[in-house]
């Protein structure tokens, strides 16, 4: 299983959220965290990072393998989410 790191950026944006959109963004990270390449997380071009889809939100990732952590960088609505 790996870990989750929640950035201070992402951690920030969490808590804007309202609670439905927080737990439903909390179910995902539950199941990324088990299998993180069973989740439809696709590759963001040009970086090493990955995303994932909850609706109207994404999340940004960065997985470290080698160590079996899991980053969480930025997560928001997605329209705003990739400027």
Sequence with gaps: MYEII????????LKKLDKLTQERIGSVIDRIKIRPFSYDLKRLQGTNYYRARIG??????DIKQDKLIIIVIELGHRKNIYD
Aim: aromatic share 14%; net charge positive; no cysteine.
């Design 6 to 13: 929640f950035s201070e950026k992402a951690k920030s944006q």
């Design 56 to 61: 109207e939100y994404r999340i940004i990732l």
